[in-house]
Nanobody
């Protein structure tokens, strides 16, 4: 299974980008679909995730709440991350990830260890 992420690029502060990610290859049930990011010299951090069914409520990191919006198209198994009002501190490699198991807690859904498959990452650079 491979996750294909796209949509990264270079944008000025205050601009917008939309990332998308979908799995290829063998299909399976997918629950949480999330985004994480890693800036140079920093650890990977949670950005946003969205589940399905009763555990579908989107979760956001405090640093992006109100600026980023996550959504998914279940028919296409695709997750999107709309990023508005981008700041230089949003510069990072953005990774999508999926969890094959139902969400058991918000904390797990916001942790990298809660995901089974990861994409290759897409670079987002925000210039000041």
């Amino acid at each position: 299974v491979q996750l294909q992420a796209s949509g990264g690029g270079l944008v000025q502060a205050g601009g917008s980008l939309r990332l998308s990610c979908s799995p290829s290859g063998r299909t399976f049930s997918i629950y949480d679909m999330g985004w994480f990011r890693q800036a140079p010299g920093k650890e990977r951090e949670f950005v946003a995730t969205v589940g399905v069914g009763q555990s579908s409520s989107p979760l956001y990191a405090g640093s992006v709440k109100g600026r980023f919006s996550i959504s998914r198209d279940n028919a296409k198994n695709t997750v999107y991350l709309q990023m508005n009002f981008l700041k230089p501190e949003d510069t990072a490699v953005y990774y999508c990830a999926v969890d094959r198991n139902p969400r058991t807690s918000r904390l797990r859904a916001m942790s990298a260890g809660g995901y089974d498959y990861w994409g290759q990452g897409t670079q987002v650079t925000v210039s000041s």
